[in-house]
Protein backbone atom coordinates (compact mmCIF):
# COMPACT_ATOMS: atom_id res chain seq x y z
CA UNK A 1 0.00 0.00 0.00
CA UNK A 2 0.93 3.68 -0.39
CA UNK A 3 3.22 4.67 2.40
CA UNK A 4 3.72 8.14 3.50
CA UNK A 5 6.89 9.24 6.06
CA UNK A 6 7.87 12.08 7.96
CA UNK A 7 10.60 13.45 9.27
CA UNK A 8 11.53 13.88 12.21
CA UNK A 9 9.22 11.93 14.25
CA UNK A 10 10.04 14.16 17.23
CA UNK A 11 11.61 17.27 17.67
CA UNK A 12 12.33 19.75 21.20
CA UNK A 13 13.21 23.65 20.24
CA UNK A 14 13.89 26.56 21.85
CA UNK A 15 10.94 29.50 21.78
CA UNK A 16 11.40 31.74 18.70
CA UNK A 17 13.39 29.09 16.49
CA UNK A 18 11.71 27.78 13.54
CA UNK A 19 11.24 23.89 12.75
CA UNK A 20 11.14 22.50 9.49
CA UNK A 21 9.07 18.80 8.86
CA UNK A 22 9.34 16.71 6.08
CA UNK A 23 6.18 14.79 4.35
CA UNK A 24 7.05 12.59 1.86
CA UNK A 25 5.13 9.83 -0.32
CA UNK A 26 7.60 6.88 -0.85
CA UNK A 27 6.19 5.01 -3.42
CA UNK A 28 3.43 7.43 -5.10
CA UNK A 29 3.34 10.45 -6.45
CA UNK A 30 1.22 13.22 -4.58
CA UNK A 31 -0.14 15.69 -6.54
CA UNK A 32 -2.16 16.88 -3.02
CA UNK A 33 -0.97 16.69 0.54
CA UNK A 34 -2.79 17.64 3.70
CA UNK A 35 -1.62 18.78 7.14
CA UNK A 36 -3.08 18.22 10.19
CA UNK A 37 -2.72 19.16 14.04
CA UNK A 38 -3.64 17.19 16.33
CA UNK A 39 -4.00 17.83 20.65
CA UNK A 40 -3.72 15.44 23.26
CA UNK A 41 -6.78 13.13 23.05
CA UNK A 42 -8.28 15.69 20.69
CA UNK A 43 -9.59 15.22 16.41
CA UNK A 44 -6.79 16.16 13.95
CA UNK A 45 -7.58 19.92 12.88
CA UNK A 46 -6.54 19.84 8.78
CA UNK A 47 -4.43 23.27 8.92
CA UNK A 48 -3.69 23.29 4.91
CA UNK A 49 -4.22 21.35 1.62
CA UNK A 50 -1.15 22.29 -0.21
CA UNK A 51 -0.90 21.01 -4.04
CA UNK A 52 2.33 20.64 -6.17
CA UNK A 53 3.49 23.92 -7.52
CA UNK A 54 1.59 26.30 -6.09
CA UNK A 55 0.71 27.98 -3.04
CA UNK A 56 -0.77 26.07 -0.22
CA UNK A 57 -4.79 26.57 0.72
CA UNK A 58 -4.93 27.82 4.35
CA UNK A 59 -7.92 26.57 6.98
CA UNK A 60 -9.38 29.45 8.43
CA UNK A 61 -7.53 30.47 11.76
CA UNK A 62 -4.72 29.28 10.67
CA UNK A 63 -1.70 31.44 10.62
CA UNK A 64 0.00 31.61 7.09
CA UNK A 65 3.15 33.70 7.86
CA UNK A 66 3.69 31.06 10.96
CA UNK A 67 3.28 27.86 9.34
CA UNK A 68 5.13 28.13 5.81
CA UNK A 69 4.17 24.91 3.50
CA UNK A 70 5.69 24.51 0.42
CA UNK A 71 5.10 21.28 -1.85
CA UNK A 72 8.09 21.60 -4.65
CA UNK A 73 7.96 18.22 -5.46
CA UNK A 74 4.90 15.71 -6.14
CA UNK A 75 7.06 13.41 -3.17
CA UNK A 76 8.03 16.38 -0.98
CA UNK A 77 5.74 19.14 1.39
CA UNK A 78 7.08 20.43 3.78
CA UNK A 79 5.91 22.32 6.85
CA UNK A 80 7.78 25.00 8.34
CA UNK A 81 6.60 26.36 11.93
CA UNK A 82 8.52 29.93 11.84
CA UNK A 83 9.39 31.56 14.94
CA UNK A 84 7.83 28.51 17.18
CA UNK A 85 6.10 29.45 20.53
CA UNK A 86 5.51 26.87 23.04
CA UNK A 87 1.48 27.24 22.02
CA UNK A 88 2.98 25.81 18.47
CA UNK A 89 3.69 22.56 20.62
CA UNK A 90 1.39 19.85 19.23
CA UNK A 91 1.42 16.68 17.01
CA UNK A 92 2.04 17.49 13.22
CA UNK A 93 0.24 15.22 10.76
CA UNK A 94 0.31 15.18 7.01
CA UNK A 95 -1.83 12.56 4.60
CA UNK A 96 -1.20 12.12 0.87
CA UNK A 97 -3.65 11.28 -1.86
CA UNK A 98 -2.65 9.22 -4.54
CA UNK A 99 -5.26 10.42 -7.08
CA UNK A 100 -6.90 14.03 -7.87
CA UNK A 101 -9.76 13.46 -6.29
CA UNK A 102 -10.41 14.66 -2.86
CA UNK A 103 -12.60 11.85 -1.98
CA UNK A 104 -9.24 9.75 -2.94
CA UNK A 105 -8.14 7.79 0.21
CA UNK A 106 -5.58 9.63 2.18
CA UNK A 107 -2.41 7.76 3.32
CA UNK A 108 -1.61 9.47 6.95
CA UNK A 109 2.00 9.82 7.78
CA UNK A 110 3.20 8.59 11.04
CA UNK A 111 3.35 11.96 12.72
CA UNK A 112 5.90 14.58 14.30
CA UNK A 113 5.73 15.90 17.74
CA UNK A 114 6.84 19.21 18.13
CA UNK A 115 7.42 20.31 21.84
CA UNK A 116 8.50 23.99 22.19
CA UNK A 117 10.36 25.07 25.64
CA UNK B 1 -21.10 23.01 8.79
CA UNK B 2 -19.92 19.74 8.78
CA UNK B 3 -19.10 17.93 11.57
CA UNK B 4 -18.73 14.38 13.63
CA UNK B 5 -19.56 13.44 17.01
CA UNK B 6 -18.18 10.19 18.45
CA UNK B 7 -19.59 10.23 21.86
CA UNK B 8 -17.79 7.57 23.43
CA UNK B 9 -14.19 8.92 24.51
CA UNK B 10 -12.91 5.32 26.02
CA UNK B 11 -14.30 2.14 25.44
CA UNK B 12 -12.83 -1.01 27.66
CA UNK B 13 -13.79 -4.65 26.00
CA UNK B 14 -12.50 -8.20 26.40
CA UNK B 15 -11.09 -10.15 23.89
CA UNK B 16 -13.38 -11.81 22.44
CA UNK B 17 -16.49 -9.69 22.78
CA UNK B 18 -18.33 -8.06 20.00
CA UNK B 19 -17.30 -3.61 20.22
CA UNK B 20 -19.60 -1.27 18.45
CA UNK B 21 -18.03 2.44 18.27
CA UNK B 22 -20.68 5.07 17.89
CA UNK B 23 -20.36 7.77 14.93
CA UNK B 24 -22.69 10.71 14.28
CA UNK B 25 -22.34 13.29 11.56
CA UNK B 26 -23.66 16.40 10.49
CA UNK B 27 -23.72 17.23 6.55
CA UNK B 28 -26.02 18.53 4.21
CA UNK B 29 -25.29 16.52 1.82
CA UNK B 30 -24.76 12.59 0.75
CA UNK B 31 -22.15 12.27 3.12
CA UNK B 32 -19.16 10.82 2.29
CA UNK B 33 -17.66 8.68 5.89
CA UNK B 34 -14.96 6.98 6.76
CA UNK B 35 -13.26 5.26 9.38
CA UNK B 36 -9.35 5.57 10.37
CA UNK B 37 -7.51 3.61 13.38
CA UNK B 38 -4.52 5.07 14.99
CA UNK B 39 -1.72 2.97 16.76
CA UNK B 40 1.26 4.78 18.63
CA UNK B 41 4.02 5.35 16.34
CA UNK B 42 1.65 4.26 13.07
CA UNK B 43 -0.28 6.74 10.89
CA UNK B 44 -4.04 6.83 10.56
CA UNK B 45 -5.02 3.71 9.00
CA UNK B 46 -8.11 3.63 6.83
CA UNK B 47 -10.22 0.85 7.96
CA UNK B 48 -13.40 1.38 5.64
CA UNK B 49 -15.15 4.11 3.42
CA UNK B 50 -18.62 4.49 2.44
CA UNK B 51 -19.79 7.05 -0.59
CA UNK B 52 -22.69 5.08 -1.87
CA UNK B 53 -24.82 1.70 -2.57
CA UNK B 54 -24.77 -1.01 -0.10
CA UNK B 55 -24.88 0.82 3.57
CA UNK B 56 -23.32 -2.27 5.15
CA UNK B 57 -19.53 -1.51 4.03
CA UNK B 58 -16.86 -4.36 4.71
CA UNK B 59 -13.40 -2.83 5.86
CA UNK B 60 -9.99 -4.42 6.61
CA UNK B 61 -9.19 -6.34 9.74
CA UNK B 62 -12.80 -7.87 9.97
CA UNK B 63 -14.51 -4.45 10.74
CA UNK B 64 -18.09 -3.46 8.95
CA UNK B 65 -19.80 -0.05 9.56
CA UNK B 66 -23.62 0.24 8.83
CA UNK B 67 -24.78 3.65 7.39
CA UNK B 68 -28.10 4.78 8.76
CA UNK B 69 -29.26 8.32 6.91
CA UNK B 70 -32.52 8.31 9.56
CA UNK B 71 -30.05 8.60 12.37
CA UNK B 72 -27.18 10.25 10.81
CA UNK B 73 -25.03 7.63 12.04
CA UNK B 74 -22.16 5.43 10.50
CA UNK B 75 -21.13 3.31 13.54
CA UNK B 76 -18.25 0.95 13.39
CA UNK B 77 -18.54 -3.02 14.38
CA UNK B 78 -16.92 -5.81 14.88
CA UNK B 79 -17.91 -9.30 16.13
CA UNK B 80 -14.85 -10.64 18.17
CA UNK B 81 -12.00 -8.19 19.52
CA UNK B 82 -8.73 -9.63 19.20
CA UNK B 83 -6.00 -7.92 21.96
CA UNK B 84 -4.14 -6.14 18.71
CA UNK B 85 -7.33 -3.76 17.89
CA UNK B 86 -6.58 -1.75 20.64
CA UNK B 87 -5.92 1.84 19.78
CA UNK B 88 -7.59 5.36 18.86
CA UNK B 89 -10.77 5.19 15.90
CA UNK B 90 -11.74 8.03 14.34
CA UNK B 91 -14.68 8.36 12.30
CA UNK B 92 -14.57 11.32 9.37
CA UNK B 93 -16.28 12.85 6.67
CA UNK B 94 -15.59 14.64 3.53
CA UNK B 95 -17.22 17.69 2.60
CA UNK B 96 -17.14 20.01 0.00
CA UNK B 97 -17.91 23.55 -0.09
CA UNK B 98 -17.50 24.27 -3.88
CA UNK B 99 -13.96 25.96 -3.43
CA UNK B 100 -12.56 23.50 -0.71
CA UNK B 101 -12.82 20.11 0.47
CA UNK B 102 -11.54 18.09 3.56
CA UNK B 103 -12.52 15.58 5.80
CA UNK B 104 -13.57 16.80 9.18
CA UNK B 105 -12.73 14.08 12.01
CA UNK B 106 -14.52 13.48 15.23
CA UNK B 107 -12.72 13.32 18.29
CA UNK B 108 -11.89 9.82 18.87
CA UNK B 109 -12.66 6.83 20.56
CA UNK B 110 -9.32 5.12 22.41
CA UNK B 111 -10.17 1.34 22.67
CA UNK B 112 -8.71 -0.40 25.44
CA UNK B 113 -9.01 -4.81 24.89
CA UNK B 114 -8.58 -6.66 28.19
CA UNK B 115 -7.67 -10.17 27.97
Known amino acids: GAVVSQHPSWVICKSGTSVKIECRSL??????MFWYRQFPKQSLMLMAT?????????EQGVEKDKFLINHASLTLSTLTVTSAHPEDSSFYICSAITGTASTDTQYFGPGTRLTVL | AQSVTQPDIHITVSEGASLELRCNYSYGATPYLFWYVQSPGQGLQLLLK??????LVQGIKGFEAEFKRSQSSFNLRKPSVHWSDAAEYFC?????????????FGTGTRLQVTL
Open chain 2, 92 to 104: AVWSNTGTASKLT
Open chain 1, 27 to 32: DFQATT
Open chain 1, 50 to 58: SNEGSKATY
Open chain 2, 50 to 55: YFSGDT
